[in-house]
């Protein structure tokens, strides 16, 4: 299966972003093993990039690969909504299945 | 009450905008945040573009446009027309577009708390890069749209106020507004850009559009109260036409100027002022552009250049009139003393025709203007935005000392007043009107010199032909009563040296 890659837009370390990012790793853990990878981006470093982006709001999530290009908004604290907006499917699993996620 | 600028207080921007700095005191607040507030249509997105396009062009003054509506490449588009190449400037480095705009790809939902950390990160770098000194929003109601009616929208917008304050720039902030008059802005923007705002309507009244701005207010500092007019023009943008904010500083001229008609003049108590404005009103057929031909005939004479804005007949029809009365409209026009304008009321709004018409003066530089007629301007405006022209045109050709000749149309052939003469009479220095009057089964004309502001003059009704050589006043209608209000009535000779006696020494000017 291809691996996921995703860009996670934040301001800053803040709380929120922190939380963003934890709510990100375990959601792909549970969702896609270790398929996946992502970029953070600190928008007060890179605004350019935000720019190129078009990203308004942070945290801003943006699943590159597989296409179609998705986006959330938000810390991602509500995973189930997180994981149907992008369409990420539970890894058909290289091993034994492993139930029904999501 | 003065500009507070002095006092250190509350500096302003001169916007360049036409007119606005006027009516905003100098400018807006320099280094604040103004909300613009309108309906759809009501030139949101051309103030905010104009408010960066004057920056660039009158002081180099770099701006950065955050668009959360239109496309940069509509906006592009759209304001060319107006002379802005905002493509040259990008590429100049004067102007940056901070793109907020929907696409559809773009669309997410939330799923969590969130602040508006790159949008602020993009402002705050595009102002960085170009240097900006003015910021442009448009429009606000566009990210409730899209990110929800939420408090986090308003503490993140208000937070972007606070950054661009804090980063020294001038803002504008586009909100929508609902109706023309109720809340100030959609989605209660106006909690927190609340320290001024500024009102753009768009107006349907009696099937014709008026657009105004207004300053709700300016926090700490003055500005002009109520609306004002303004148009939109193409390869100019907003042009607003402060008409009531303009001072009377105009000073009064004792220079007599003739009529064209030493008879007329003489009625006048020497000829008009040199700086006044003259009504002349009557039915149809009564003579009203003949007065105006001489009127130009008698400037040519004097070596007066003289300016004609016909809105009734046509350019051949002007001149074959003014041969058949002795008057060479062409040589004088060969001799550029004279310039006819023929134009349609209904092609334009009658700020465009104000704007127009200004423009022309200014061009030609004439020392008397003609206007036939008024009553054919009327048809194209509001009562309101009428009464605005006429107040708009007569104040700049005073101030410009030129005499004007306005003709306004009966709409009765014996006596009535015209809706025209009606509404501006108080605004004109001079009326004259000119009356049918039905004697012994035949019509004949007569004349009277009905107001002449700072001067004597003759208060009889006279009687007057028109033949090849134009316009012969003769004597007063003696005998004769009730020819203004359109019902003449013969008296006896008796009765009328009584009445004479009763007001011998009544006669004097009229102030």
Request: proline residues 5%.
């Amino acid at each position: 299966m291809q691996k996921h890659l995703f860009k996670l837009y934040i301001t800053g370390q803040t709380p929120r972003s922190e939380r963003a990012i934890a709510n990100l790793r375990r959601m792909c853990n549970a969702a896609l093993g270790n398929n996946y990878e992502f970029v953070i981006i600190d928008v007060l470093e890179q605004p350019h990039l935000a720019e190129e982006d078009r990203v308004l709001v942070t945290p801003t999530l943006i699943k590159q690969v597989p296409p179609p290009p998705r986006r959330v908004l938000g810390d991602l604290s509500d995973t189930e909504r997180v994981l149907s907006e992008l369409r990420v499917q539970a890894a058909p699993p290289p091993g034994p299945p492993t139930g029904e996620e999501p | 009450m003065t500009d507070s600028t002095t006092n250190g207080a509350i500096e302003r921007l001169p916007v360049g905008i036409p007119g606005f700095d006027l009516i905003a005191h100098g400018g807006l607040p320099r280094g604040r945040t103004t909300l613009v507030a309108g309906t759809a249509g009501s030139a949101k997105t051309v103030f905010a573009a104009q408010f960066l396009s004057e920056g660039i062009v009158r002081g180099d003054e770099h701006g950065v446009f955050v668009t959360f509506e239109e496309s940069p490449s509509d906006i592009r588009g759209n304001m060319r027309g107006f002379g802005w190449d905002i493509a040259q400037w990008e590429a100049a480095g004067q102007w940056a577009f901070v793109d907020a705009s929907p696409r559809p790809e773009d669309e997410a939902i939330v799923t969590g708390e969130y602040d508006m950390g790159a949008l602020l990160a993009r402002v705050e770098h595009a102002v960085r890069t170009v240097g900006a000194r003015r910021v442009a929003m448009d429009s606000l109601g566009a990210i409730f749209a899209r990110l929800g009616e939420s408090p986090i929208v308003r503490r993140e917008l208000f937070r972007i106020v606070s950054a661009l304050k804090k980063l020294g720039v001038t803002a504008v902030m586009t909100a929508e507004r609902t109706q023309e008059y109720g809340e100030i802005s959609r989605h209660g923007v106006e909690e927190f850009v609340a320290d001024n705002v500024v009102i753009l309507r768009n107006v349907l009244d009696d099937e014709k559009r008026r657009r105004t701005v207004e300053i709700l207010k300016f926090r700490g500092t003055s500005h002009q109260k109520g609306e004002f007019p303004f148009t939109i023009l193409p390869g100019a943008g907003i042009m607003i036409l402060p008409l009531s904010a303009m001072e009377l500083t105009q000073q009064s001229s004792d220079v007599r100027i003739t009529s064209g008609s030493s008879e007329l003049d003489e009625m006048c108590g020497g000829g008009f002022f040199r700086d006044s404005i003259i009504l002349v009103s009557g039915a149809t057929g009564t003579g009203k552009t003949l007065m105006v031909t001489q009127f130009m005939a008698g400037g040519f004479a004097a070596g007066e250049r003289c300016l004609l804005f016909a809105f009734e007949e046509s350019r051949e029809q002007l001149f074959r009139n003014a041969h058949g009365w002795g008057i060479d409209f062409e040589g004088m026009e060969r001799d550029d003393k004279l310039r006819v304008v023929c134009e349609y009321p209904e092609i334009a709004g009658l700020e465009d025709h104000l704007v127009r018409m200004k423009t022309l003066i200014q061009e030609f530089g004439p020392h008397r203007v003609a206007v036939d007629s008024l009553s054919a301007l009327e048809r194209v405006a509001t009562v309101k935005g009428f009464r605005e022209f006429v107040i708009g045109l007569t104040s700049f050709m005073k101030d410009q000392e030129m005499a004007g000749l306005f003709t306004a149309t009966t709409p009765t052939l014996l006596g009535g007043e015209s809706v025209t003469e009606a509404h501006i009479s108080s605004i004109t220095d001079s009326i004259i009107l000119l009356r049918y009057v039905e004697m012994f089964g035949e019509m004949r004309r007569g004349v009277t010199v009905l107001k002449m502001r700072g001067s004597k003059h003759d208060k009889d009704i006279r009687e007057f032909t028109i033949d090849a050589s134009g316009m012969h006043i003769g004597k007063p209608f003696r005998n004769v009563v009730g020819i203004l209000s359109g019902r003449p009535t013969h008296v006896d000779s008796g009765e009328l040296d009584r009445v004479a006696r009763l007001f011998a020494e009544g006669s004097s000017g009229e102030g």
